[in-house]
């Protein structure tokens, strides 16, 4: 197939508009990472989705609207709960999982009685939605376990010849995937961290929330100031089914390097050194302390611009934040390397 790679013009974002509108593929900027859409209505357009990425079938996708009141077309009701969040973060990254309408396709949803939506915080996002008329169905626009794009020559590395179309927009500005808040039950459940943290969750609704307990079940993944009583367990199904997979490696190795800011640059160096001695082509992730907003801007895009180089070894520094931003970093951070950690 021929991907046709566009510049986010007016006339341009028409013609994305059209090929969603038509059942197509688009790729497209919003402010958290790059989205593949497809019109969330059509089944079979969802479907392509899913091929184009090798994304497994179960793990639904994020509905996108343009205008909040949308929501209406995926959700019976609006609990007083999802009206304060809405009023709050949209537009902007936090997706509420909600009870999904019976016109909601189960392509859409992984086969959940429930839809995630957000609006995001995009113009050229917007603007696209807008113009195709319906809601744009559309999980990260990279191949199913790659690192997540940021940038659009990260989806052309990864899509192209396999989509419609690419927009080309700007790097995005926040980097790492939206927060996941199930509003479902009486207590709202954080299924995956974001820069909307549950501290400010729980500020905007005067109410604690919770985080599912999956995303601690690898005991390296537990924040060091949890309580041992939390209920942490090792074999806790996901409440988010994409939670469960292989995610966002790297082609090369990955260490992380855990404890005290010097311990984890002295191990890091160790480490570095002895490998480079036997023949390996080691990258070094270090971000500065406390600068929890820049990792999650770059750590994705360097994952990528490591593997370009050819690194056969990634050495990460772990953020030392256990409930917010730094949390959501981390919790790709992990990921990446396969849980592969080092406490010094
Ligand atoms: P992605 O679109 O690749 O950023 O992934 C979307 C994330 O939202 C995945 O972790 C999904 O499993 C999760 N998700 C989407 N819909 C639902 C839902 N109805 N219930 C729970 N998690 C969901
Ligand atoms: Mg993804």
Redesign the pocket.
């Known amino acids: 197939m021929e991907t046709k790679i566009l510049k986010p013009t007016d006339e341009n974002i028409e013609i994305a508009a059209k090929i969603i509108a038509e059942g197509g593929l688009v790729a497209f900027p919003t402010e958290t ?1 790059y ?1 593949l859409g497809a019109d969330a209505m059509n089944a079979e357009a969802v479907g392509r989705v899913y091929e184009a990425k090798g994304r497994p079938s179960d ?4 509905v996108h609207i343009a205008r909040a009141s949308d929501i209406g077309q995926l959700t019976p009701m609006l609990s007083s709960t999802i009206v304060t969040l809405i009023e709050n973060f949209w537009p902007g990254p936090l ?1 509420l ?1 909600v009870k ?1 309408k019976p016109g909601v396709p189960d392509r859409t ?2 086969g ?1 009685d ?3 939506v957000r609006m995001p915080d995009s113009e050229i996002a917007l603007k696209l939605i807008e113009l195709s008329g319906c809601p744009i169905a ?3 626009a990279n191949l199913s376990g790659s690192p ?1 794009p940021t940038r659009a020559e990260h989806c052309i590395d990864d899509l192209n010849g396999r989509v419609d179309c690419i927009l080309e927009g700007p790097d995005c500005r926040v980097g790492i ?2 927060t ?1 808040l ?1 509003v479902t039950g009486d207590v709202p459940t954080i ?2 961290p974001g820069i909307i943290t549950a501290e400010s969750i729980e500020a905007a609704l005067g109410k604690k929330v919770e985080y599912d307990k999956s995303l601690f079940a690898r005991p390296e993944a537990r924040p060091s100031g949890a309580p041992l009583d939390a209920g942490f367990s090792e074999d806790f199904k996901p ?5 469960k997979y292989k995610h966002y490696a790297p082609k090369a190795e990955m260490i992380v390097v855990e404890g005290m800011r010097d311990n984890v640059k002295k191990e890091i160096e160790r480490l570095r050194v002895l490998n480079e001695q036997i023949g390996n082509n080691v990258g070094v992730l270090l971000f500065e302390e406390k600068a929890f907003i820049e990792a999650a801007h770059e750590f994705f895009a360097d994952l990528r611009d490591l593997d370009k180089q050819g690194v056969d070894l990634i050495l990460a520094g772990a953020l030392s934040d256990t409930d917010g931003v730094g949390f959501a970093v981390m919790n790709r951070m992990l990921k990446s390397a396969g849980y592969n950690i080092v406490k010094v």
């Open positions: 990472v989205g793990n639904p996708m994020i997706t999982v999904k949803t992984g959940l429930t839809v995630a559309a999980p990260s997540s995937e939206s996941v199930d299924l995956r409440k988010s089914p994409g939670m």
